[in-house]
């Protein structure tokens, strides 16, 4: 019998083929890896006026027709990418989602070389509201909002929120002491 409330997403990942492991081992934990901190933002945009079952059941495709979600690839894509891309049926196939991963390759590059990594960048506005984060996110990335900044920060573990407090999980990612926890 589960101590969660039925309607937290810790509930309906319980068991579940694609969400359980999401939720067990991804959501929430603290991401170092510039690539994988694309990736997750990627994800996000992806997701946008869709379920994130479809994102998470597409998630193998979308990690091989972006190469890895590896940067320096990524901002090298140029127009027979984009065609390959919206001819691809593993992923969502989006033209202005697709121009996003571009642009925000090719942004990241400049947050390296300024801020040393992404996650360097994010480091230094970790202490920010939802508000200025969300400022600076549409400033600064291709198809970002509300939605998706505090969805991609609260699953990397720079905002609280991923999983509700009596979930097991909660307390393994309180031990890694994330971001919103500092």
Same mark, same amino acid.
């Given at each position: 019998m589960s101590i969660l409330p039925s309607s937290t997403y810790? +509930?309906?990942?319980?068991?579940? %083929?694609?969400? &359980?492991?999401?939720?067990d081992h991804e959501y929430g934990f603290p991401v170092e890896s510039d690539d994988l901190l694309f990736e997750r933002l990627m994800l996000e945009i992806n997701q946008a006026?869709? +379920?994130?079952?479809?994102i998470l059941t597409k /998630?193998? &495709?979308?990690?091989?027709?972006? *190469?890895?979600?590896?940067? %320096?690839?990524?901002? %090298?894509?140029?127009? %027979? *990418?984009?065609?390959?891309?919206? /001819?691809?049926?593993?992923i969502i196939r989006n033209h202005l989602k697709i121009e996003?991963?571009?642009?925000?390759? /090719?942004?990241?590059?400049?947050i390296r070389a300024s801020h040393g990594s992404f996650m360097g960048w994010l480091d230094q506005h970790h202490r920010l509201d939802i508000a200025d984060w969300t400022r600076l996110f549409k400033k600064t990335f291709r198809y970002t909002g509300g939605e998706i900044t505090a969805s991609f920060l609260m699953?990397?573990?720079?905002?609280?929120?991923?999983? #509700?407090?009596?979930c097991?999980?909660?307390?393994?990612?309180?031990?890694? #002491?994330?971001k919103w926890m500092q």
């Amino acid at each position: 019998m589960s101590i969660l409330p039925s309607s937290t997403y810790c +509930s309906i990942a319980q068991g579940h %083929e694609y969400h &359980g492991p999401y939720h067990d081992h991804e959501y929430g934990f603290p991401v170092e890896s510039d690539d994988l901190l694309f990736e997750r933002l990627m994800l996000e945009i992806n997701q946008a006026g869709l +379920s994130w079952l479809t994102i998470l059941t597409k /998630r193998v &495709g979308l990690r091989s027709a972006y *190469d890895g979600f590896a940067i %320096e690839r990524v901002a %090298e894509y140029g127009d %027979e *990418d984009r065609t390959r891309l919206m /001819r691809d049926p593993r992923i969502i196939r989006n033209h202005l989602k697709i121009e996003a991963a571009i642009s925000n390759a /090719r942004t990241l590059l400049d947050i390296r070389a300024s801020h040393g990594s992404f996650m360097g960048w994010l480091d230094q506005h970790h202490r920010l509201d939802i508000a200025d984060w969300t400022r600076l996110f549409k400033k600064t990335f291709r198809y970002t909002g509300g939605e998706i900044t505090a969805s991609f920060l609260m699953s990397t573990g720079y905002l609280p929120g991923a999983h #509700h407090p009596t979930c097991p999980v909660h307390e393994t990612i309180r031990t890694l #002491h994330p971001k919103w926890m500092q």
